[in-house]
């Protein structure tokens, strides 16, 4: 999709949104919301850097440092007793990880024992910060100020997806293709859990081998209900991942699910919107999931992501 639109009657119909758009929109682009600052959110692309959304203002900044690069993640840090201010993180495809202070003023890398330099993905969840890489997942340890290899158990080290439920040590993780070498009689997992910090156990039990896993995320409803968004459409588990199962009614065949948001509406009910090869469809969180298009004055392209803000 060429770029950003915004619904304001929960997906009845979309519209581009004002700010001039013509510096991303050749670009693969991904959304990040803001934790602290519920009016913006950030735009990372494909190699024109990544940007700050206003929707007061409907204007979209580049965020100096950055022109250029592949920026593929950002996600944000709460303060903490060692740590005065919020912070944002962003990690790119050929440099690594950066951080910087909430307000921004500028970046410093923070790459030190990070092995793979190609992120795909970056997590803040409890005291540790999580990347994943091409080749694995790295964690941040604060008190070491480096990163160490965190995929033991892993054998699809292809990671582009990583989730963890609030106030629980409980981490899942999604891999992209594998283009590794595969053993006569070895199964390669797309989907893994680590407890505690423990070594990571594959859970693909009625996911398909070869499934690539491009978004994971708990429903308030219960930690135990996750959804993930995958090349072959949605599967859900309501068991905390020992097992999974495809709630595809309403999508189609072939249907790949990029991105997958759950919000509480006003009547106290879960919607779950999806971003897809075929646009955007939502549905109930409930036992019976039916999907409904909800494309009306978006193109008919992709959408790459999606993200709801109240």
């Known amino acids: 999709?060429?770029?950003?639109?915004?619904?304001?009657?929960?997906?009845?119909?979309?519209?581009?949104?004002?700010?001039?758009?013509?510096?991303?929109?050749?670009?693969?682009?991904?959304?990040?919301?803001?934790?602290?600052?519920?009016?913006?959110?950030?735009v990372t692309t494909s190699g024109g850097g990544v940007f700050k959304a206003n929707l007061d203002e409907d204007k979209l900044k580049a965020i100096e440092g950055f022109q250029g690069q592949y920026v593929t993640a950002v996600t944000f840090e709460a303060p903490s007793l060692n740590q005065n201010s919020p912070r944002i993180l962003v990690g790119t495809r050929e440099n690594g990880i950066f951080q910087g202070n909430i307000p921004v003023k500028e970046f410093r890398q923070l790459n030190t024992g990070l092995a793979y330099r190609e992120v795909n993905t970056v997590l803040a969840h409890a005291d540790y910060l999580y990347a994943g890489t091409i080749q694995g997942i790295f964690r941040w340890n604060p008190k070491s100020g480096k990163w160490s290899?965190?995929?033991?158990?892993?054998?699809?080290?292809?990671?582009?997806?990583?989730?963890?439920?609030?106030?629980?040590?409980?981490i899942f993780a999604g891999s992209g293709a594998y283009d590794g070498k595969k053993g006569r009689f070895q199964e390669i997992s797309p989907l893994y859990r680590s407890k505690a910090g423990k070594a990571w156990e594959p859970i693909d039990t009625g996911c398909p081998e070869g499934t690539i896993v491009y978004s994971i995320v708990i429903s308030p409803k219960a930690a135990d209900h996750i959804y993930i968004g995958t090349s072959n459409g949605v599967y859900r588990s309501t068991n905390g991942g020992d097992t999974w199962s495809n709630v595809n009614k309403g999508l189609g065949k072939g249907v790949k699910v990029f991105k997958v948001e759950i919000m509480k509406v006003e009547n106290g009910e879960n919607v779950i919107c999806i971003a897809t090869s075929r646009g955007i469809f939502m549905a109930n969180d409930a036992e019976k999931i039916s999907w409904r298009s909800k494309s009306y004055g978006l193109p008919r392209t992709a959408v790459t992501d999606v993200i709801l803000i109240r």
């Open 1 to 42: 999709m060429k770029g950003i639109y915004k619904s304001d009657n929960a997906g009845e119909s979309w519209y581009p949104i004002d700010a001039d758009q013509k510096m991303i929109y050749t670009y693969f682009k991904r959304l990040f919301r803001s934790p602290f600052d519920p009016n913006s959110f950030f």
């Open 149 to 170: 290899d965190f995929s033991d158990g892993i054998n699809n080290k292809n990671i582009l997806s990583i989730c963890a439920p609030t106030g629980r040590d409980l």
